[in-house]
């Protein structure tokens, strides 16, 4: 689980897959409805218009695969690892989960893996949904009804069904895997000090509408309702998310609902915190 290659199953990996799904959440109406934390249709990223910027088939089934190959080395381990970057991935499937390492003989272990394997599932799922009866496997598939759309029997998404089947299966390449690599440090990001914050909102919502957050740091997307960050209602009407934050930071910021893809905001004024030095914190808020 290297995050320095980006391994499937590192916490930073973890991380950005979560984010690259919830930023199709509510932008593609075939994804409208879908619970928070269940699998929904992906594409190449949420601005992409080429033929109007649809879901892909490779890009479904590569969300399924990374949680497969993840799991295949959590298991080869005999543990998983939640740290403060990817704790918001595993809260999805348990809100009350903690920083920490976990082994096999757990049932944190046992549960986790289990909720990710049908997180999985869930994806290959959305792709059998919209695959046409015959089998073939176009290009991308509408954001509205989820009919096939652009090249048909296009190669690379028939090659992507096949991997995706393999790494469900347990299997791997010959060629897979990074072991005891390293990265120039022109190529290493920031290793500017963060803390791990969560955000709580009691939020009351009607069937199919969501609560998202944004705010004044890039984190928090920087007041953006294009790839705003998706809470979970796990806990509904408490709706949470965990989110990495730069330390000792005055932070503002709201949250919003969408709605068959209307944004709603809060009322002002902003809500505003400064982040720690270190640790966690935790924010309780309502919505106003």
Same mark, same amino acid.
């Given at each position: 689980?290297?995050?320095?290659?980006?391994?499937?199953?590192?916490?930073?990996?973890?991380?950005?897959?979560?984010?690259?799904?919830?930023?199709?959440?509510?932008?593609?109406?075939?994804?409208?409805?879908?619970?928070?934390?269940?699998?929904?249709?992906?594409?190449?990223?949420?601005?992409?218009?080429?033929?109007?910027?649809?879901?892909?088939?490779?890009?479904?089934?590569?969300?399924?695969?990374?949680?497969?190959?993840?799991?295949?080395?959590?298991?080869?381990?005999?543990?998983?690892?939640?740290?403060?970057?990817?704790?918001?991935?595993?809260?999805?499937?348990?809100?009350?989960?903690?920083?920490?390492?976990?082994?096999?003989?757990?049932?944190?272990?046992?549960?986790?893996?289990?909720?990710?394997?049908?997180?999985?599932?869930?994806?290959?799922?959305?792709?059998?949904?919209?695959?046409?009866?015959?089998? %073939? @496997?176009?290009?991308?598939?509408? +954001?509205?009804?989820? $009919? &096939?759309? #652009?090249?048909?029997?296009?190669?690379? *998404?028939?090659?992507? %069904? @096949?991997?995706?089947?393999?790494? +469900?299966?347990?299997? $791997? &390449?010959? #060629?897979?895997?990074?072991?005891?690599? *390293?990265?120039?440090?022109?190529?290493?990001?920031?290793?500017?000090?963060?803390?791990?914050?969560?955000?709580?909102?009691?939020?009351?919502?009607?069937?199919?509408?969501?609560?998202?957050?944004?705010?004044?740091?890039?984190?928090?997307?920087?007041?953006?309702?294009?790839?705003?960050?998706?809470?979970?209602?796990?806990?509904?009407?408490?709706?949470?998310?965990?989110?990495?934050?730069?330390?000792?930071?005055?932070?503002?910021?709201?949250?919003?609902?969408?709605?068959?893809?209307?944004?709603?905001?809060?009322?002002?004024?902003?809500?505003?915190?400064?982040?720690?030095?270190?640790?966690?914190?935790?924010?309780?808020?309502?919505?106003?």
């Amino acid at each position: 689980c290297d995050d320095t290659t980006f391994q499937p199953c590192s916490d930073k990996a973890l991380s950005n897959l979560k984010t690259y799904v919830d930023s199709f959440r509510y932008i593609y109406a075939i994804n409208f409805g879908i619970t928070a934390n269940a699998a929904v249709a992906t594409g190449r990223y949420p601005e992409d218009v080429y033929q109007g910027g649809n879901p892909w088939y490779l890009t479904t089934f590569a969300v399924a695969e990374q949680l497969y190959d993840a799991l295949i080395v959590w298991n080869k381990q005999g543990s998983l690892t939640i740290t403060s970057s990817s704790l918001g991935f595993f809260q999805q499937f348990d809100t009350s989960l903690t920083i920490g390492t976990y082994t096999t003989s757990t049932s944190t272990f046992t549960s986790l893996t289990t909720a990710i394997k049908n997180f999985a599932d869930g994806f290959i799922a959305i792709a059998a949904q919209y695959t046409p009866s015959t089998g %073939a @496997l176009s290009e991308q598939y509408s +954001r509205s009804n989820g $009919t &096939s759309l #652009s090249a048909i029997d296009l190669t690379w *998404s028939y090659a992507s %069904a @096949l991997t995706v089947f393999a790494a +469900r299966a347990g299997q $791997t &390449s010959a #060629s897979w895997g990074a072991q005891g690599l *390293s990265v120039s440090n022109s190529c290493l990001t920031s290793n500017a000090p963060t803390v791990s914050v969560e955000f709580n909102v009691n939020a009351t919502t009607r069937r199919g509408e969501n609560v998202y957050l944004t705010g004044s740091v890039s984190a928090l997307t920087d007041w953006g309702t294009s790839n705003p960050i998706l809470l979970s209602s796990a806990n509904y009407p408490t709706w949470s998310t965990t989110v990495n934050l730069p330390a000792n930071t005055g932070i503002q910021y709201k949250y919003i609902r969408i709605y068959n893809g209307q944004v709603t905001w809060e009322s002002d004024p902003n809500n505003a915190f400064t982040t720690g030095t270190s640790g966690a914190q935790t924010l309780n808020d309502v919505w106003h």
